[in-house]
């Protein structure tokens, strides 16, 4: 986490390595490269709408995969503290008009403080009833929003008002020289730029003391107690670090979608995060990113598909709705992910890799012996 330095007196002085290796910094390089040209190079608004959704669902699946991931602490309540987030960035950004450097930390921090308030009695239970009281979480969200109309619009929702500008940088009508953004292009650029930040954050902190501690509960939660791990400290740092990334994300989906109601923060929202990060691979940086991406390809396949497909409702008739389907296809992804490749993603391109690398190696050694 920290490098050595000498200062004039010759004392050491410890200053903070936010990358681990060259090869670290050449991807995060490379990432920031691919922030801006992704949205010079596709100019459809439509996958740029969902690079966008599946940019918000990664840093939400982020902190999600630090609970679950890294703590080993099941959780369906996800969607609750991505609500908090998104009422409490626009109504600190929208009803009182405050910048996005204020209504974007704000909706990490309440999310982060209701995720404190409800960790200890939470993390007393384990496994299966966790998951059952973290799924309440969602329902008492979808309550409480639809009674505190002056903050969330009740019933009916509320149109977002607060703006995605970072000083002069106006994400929703973006300009840089003579480069006029649309409003798509400008979001792509805020929101994977936040997700890249969120990912440096989480892999910094699973390098400190407090991060291996977390890992140390999942794997091994009785040696871990044994060996001075404080328990319950550390799950109630992971669910607070958790609930914060999950309130950002929030902030960031209420901005992107312009219009939210009480209802997008079910539990489809918390079942398609627990996909995300099963499907992507647990505990692992890159797997948020990789399963926000497979993921949100598949209401796109759906939509796609639905006119061809028998079993599917038309207007007023019976059949599965294309949400319905939606919800099977990611429990059903879930299950086989669980069964045949439990590492997900991660590892399918880590063994691919491998083999490719093998071939090489083996035609290299067959030149070579000619």
């Given at each position: 986490?920290?490098?050595a330095?000498v200062?004039?007196?010759g004392?050491?002085?410890?200053?903070p390595?936010?990358?681990?290796?060259?090869?670290t910094?050449?991807?995060?390089?490379?990432?920031?490269?691919?922030v801006?040209t992704?949205?010079?190079?596709?100019?459809?608004s439509?996958?740029l709408?969902v690079?966008n959704?599946a940019?918000?669902?990664?840093?939400?699946?982020t902190?999600?995969?630090?609970l679950?991931?890294?703590?080993?602490?099941?959780?369906?309540?996800?969607?609750?503290?991505?609500g908090?987030?998104?009422?409490t960035?626009?109504?600190?950004?929208?009803?009182?008009?405050?910048p996005?450097?204020?209504?974007?930390?704000?909706?990490?921090l309440?999310?982060a403080v209701a995720?404190?308030?409800?960790?200890?009695f939470?993390?007393?239970?384990r496994?299966?009833?966790?998951?059952?009281?973290?799924?309440?979480l969602?329902f008492?969200g979808i309550?409480?929003?639809?009674?505190?109309?002056?903050v969330?619009?009740?019933?009916?929702g509320?149109?977002?008002?607060a703006?995605?500008?970072?000083g002069?940088a106006?994400?929703?009508r973006l300009?840089?020289?003579?480069?006029?953004?649309?409003?798509?292009?400008?979001m792509?650029?805020l929101?994977?730029?936040?997700?890249?930040?969120?990912?440096?954050v989480?892999?910094?902190v699973?390098?400190?003391?407090?991060?291996?501690a977390m890992q140390?509960?999942?794997?091994h939660d009785?040696?871990?107690?044994?060996?001075?791990?404080r328990?319950?400290?550390?799950?109630?740092?992971?669910?607070?670090?958790?609930?914060g990334?999950?309130g950002?994300?929030?902030?960031?989906l209420?901005?992107?979608?312009?219009y939210i109601?009480p209802?997008?923060?079910d539990?489809a929202?918390?079942?398609q995060?627990?996909?995300?990060?099963?499907?992507?691979?647990?505990?692992?940086l890159?797997g948020?990113?990789?399963?926000?991406?497979?993921?949100?390809?598949v209401?796109?396949a759906?939509?796609?598909?639905?006119?061809?497909?028998?079993?599917?409702?038309e207007a007023?008739?019976?059949?599965?709705s294309?949400?319905?389907?939606?919800l099977?296809l990611?429990?059903?992804?879930?299950?086989?992910f669980?069964?045949?490749?439990?590492?997900?993603l991660?590892?399918?391109?880590?063994?691919?890799?491998?083999r490719l690398?093998?071939?090489?190696?083996?035609k290299?050694?067959?030149?070579?012996g000619?």
């Amino acid at each position: 986490m920290t490098s050595a330095t000498v200062a004039g007196n010759g004392t050491p002085i410890l200053v903070p390595r936010l990358t681990s290796s060259r090869g670290t910094r050449v991807l995060i390089s490379l990432g920031l490269l691919a922030v801006v040209t992704i949205p010079l190079n596709v100019g459809s608004s439509y996958w740029l709408g969902v690079l966008n959704a599946a940019g918000v669902a990664a840093i939400a699946a982020t902190g999600l995969n630090v609970l679950t991931g890294y703590a080993g602490q099941l959780s369906l309540g996800h969607a609750f503290f991505v609500g908090v987030g998104a009422f409490t960035g626009q109504y600190v950004g929208g009803a009182l008009g405050l910048p996005m450097i204020l209504w974007l930390p704000a909706a990490g921090l309440l999310a982060a403080v209701a995720g404190a308030v409800i960790a200890p009695f939470a993390l007393r239970l384990r496994g299966p009833y966790l998951a059952i009281v973290s799924l309440s979480l969602v329902f008492i969200g979808i309550y409480a929003a639809r009674n505190l109309g002056s903050v969330t619009g009740g019933f009916n929702g509320t149109v977002v008002t607060a703006h995605a500008s970072l000083g002069p940088a106006d994400f929703e009508r973006l300009q840089i020289t003579s480069l006029l953004f649309a409003r798509e292009q400008g979001m792509f650029i805020l929101i994977w730029s936040v997700l890249a930040l969120t990912l440096l954050v989480v892999a910094n902190v699973m390098r400190t003391r407090s991060g291996r501690a977390m890992q140390a509960t999942r794997d091994h939660d009785i040696a871990a107690e044994v060996l001075g791990v404080r328990m319950l400290r550390t799950q109630v740092n992971a669910f607070v670090l958790a609930s914060g990334i999950a309130g950002i994300a929030g902030g960031l989906l209420a901005a992107n979608l312009q219009y939210i109601r009480p209802e997008n923060f079910d539990v489809a929202l918390s079942v398609q995060y627990l996909a995300i990060i099963v499907i992507g691979g647990l505990g692992t940086l890159s797997g948020p990113v990789l399963g926000s991406l497979f993921v949100s390809l598949v209401p796109v396949a759906v939509d796609a598909l639905a006119d061809s497909l028998p079993f599917m409702s038309e207007a007023g008739g019976s059949g599965l709705s294309t949400t319905d389907l939606t919800l099977i296809l990611y429990g059903s992804l879930i299950v086989l992910f669980l069964t045949l490749e439990p590492r997900g993603l991660v590892h399918v391109i880590r063994r691919v890799r491998a083999r490719l690398a093998g071939v090489a190696r083996h035609k290299s050694t067959a030149a070579v012996g000619k």
